[in-house]
Nanobody, 130 residues
Framework: QVQLVESGGGLVQAGGSLRLSCAASGRTFNSNAMGWFRQAPGKEREFVAAIRWSGGSTYYANSVKGRFTVSRDGAKNTVYLQMNSLKPEDTAVYYC???????????????????????WGQGTQVTVSS
C-alpha cells in the first residue's frame, strides 16, 4: 500500500517562507504526477501546484504563481513545495496527492482536478500570521 507523508508545515509571519515535503513509501509507487492541494476552514479544497515525475513539467494556480515552486526528487520519491512571500490567505491544510490518471497527453486543467488523484497524504497545517 502506498503512503504519502507530508511535513514542513508550521506558523510563519506574512512575507516568510516554508518548504513542504511529501515522501512516498510502500511496496509499489507508480504515479505520473504529484499534486499539492490546500483547504482553508469553511472552504473547498483547491489546487495549488503539480509536477510530472517524467520531464518535470509544472503547473500552478494563479494565486501562487511566482511565489511557490514545486520540485521533485525521483531517487527519494519525494516532492517539495517551496512557498515564499506567504500571505495570510495561504493559511490552510496542505495535502499532497499522487496521480496515475494524468499523462503527458493530459491537458493542464487535468492536473488541477482533485478527482484525478488517487492517493492522498494526511495533510500538514500552514498558518500565516499578519
Amino acid at each position: 500500500q502506498v503512503q504519502l507523508v507530508e511535513s514542513g508545515g508550521g506558523l510563519v509571519q506574512a512575507g516568510g517562507s516554508l518548504r513542504l515535503s511529501c515522501a512516498a513509501s510502500g511496496r509499489t509507487f507508480n504515479s505520473n504526477a504529484m499534486g499539492w492541494f490546500r483547504q482553508a476552514p469553511g472552504k473547498e479544497r483547491e489546487f495549488v501546484a503539480a509536477i510530472r515525475w517524467s520531464g518535470g513539467s509544472t503547473y500552478y494556480a494563479n494565486s501562487v504563481k511566482g511565489r511557490f515552486t514545486v520540485s521533485r526528487d525521483g531517487a527519494k520519491n519525494t516532492v517539495y513545495l517551496q512557498m515564499n512571500s506567504l500571505k495570510p490567505e495561504d493559511t490552510a491544510v496542505y495535502y499532497c496527492a499522487a496521480s496515475r490518471t494524468v499523462s503527458y497527453a493530459s491537458s493542464s486543467y487535468s492536473y488541477t482536478v482533485s478527482n484525478n488523484y488517487d492517493t492522498w497524504g494526511q495533510g500538514t497545517q500552514v498558518t500565516v500570521s499578519s
